[in-house]
């Protein structure tokens, strides 16, 4: 058929919930409208399908009300070869500890995560973990900490990430904290100021990947804890003399 069937929730966890029961292959389409929104979602798309989850046009805003929340995990449970595309929500883990934005948590699914803002600021605060994905794409977000500069930016322990044209202001702009492969981090900038900042940390090891084009200023521009670099491109970047 030709067309749309709209359905209006009251709030995101409802939406949410609706589109995890639809049939395998089932594409759908979530607006979230304007305004302030707090709750935990952990959910999975059905196999095959595609999500396409937005805001409302730059006033969408979901934040934390505790310590340690996960605002939005996606795929823990299932949708295998699914594709979920996340764009233009603000995310807040700020005032509280220990919290996550998004996390991207199925090996057999692709993400997107694109012109969203994520405000960590606060001690152990992430705003994107991609702890796992076929492939996981992160273009033109924002990663801030407005008062503290705490916090971290992107924890990726996945592989086959591509991070392109972000804006980190945090304690650590991207963490690769496990071992990981196939990535490409490009076009970056980054404004960390404070005693114990890093643009890009690499753990174990890490190869066939690419960091190029980024820019910024931090203590340290890449650094490496217990690393094994393997087949790595690391060029044109300017990080103000830090290595």
């Not at 069937?5 to 966890?13: E, G, H, M, Q, V």
């Not at 990947?209 to 300017?238: M, R």
């Amino acid at each position: 058929g030709t067309g749309s069937d709209s359905i209006i929730y009251a709030t995101p966890l409802a939406a949410f919930t609706a589109m995890a029961a639809l049939s395998a292959g089932t594409h759908a389409s979530l607006r979230i409208n304007d305004g302030s929104y707090t709750g935990v979602v952990s959910v999975s798309p059905p196999n095959g399908s595609h999500w396409d989850i937005h805001g409302g046009g730059g006033g969408t805003i979901w934040a934390a009300t505790a310590n340690s929340q996960t605002l939005l995990t996606l795929g823990i449970n299932g949708g295998a070869y699914s594709h979920i595309r996340v764009r233009d929500i603000l995310f807040k883990t700020s005032g509280f500890t220990g919290g996550t934005g998004v996390s991207f948590e199925n090996n057999n699914a692709t993400f997107h995560i694109e012109e969203c803002t994520f405000d960590v600021d606060g001690t152990s605060n992430i705003g994107l973990k991609v702890n796992s994905g076929l492939e996981s794409v992160v273009a033109r977000c924002i990663f801030t900490s407005l008062t503290t500069n705490l916090g971290t930016g992107i924890d990726e322990s996945s592989g086959q990430t591509r991070i392109s044209d972000c804006y980190f202001e945090t304690t650590i702009g991207i963490d690769v904290s496990a071992s990981s492969s196939g990535n490409t981090f490009k076009g970056n900038a980054f404004l960390l100021t404070g005693a114990s900042t890093i643009c890009i940390r690499l753990n174990g090891t890490f190869q066939n990947s690419v960091i190029t084009n980024n820019v910024g200023s931090s203590v340290s521009g890449i650094t490496t804890v217990a690393a094994l670099l393997d087949n790595v491109v690391i060029s044109d970047n300017n990080f103000g003399g830090t290595t």
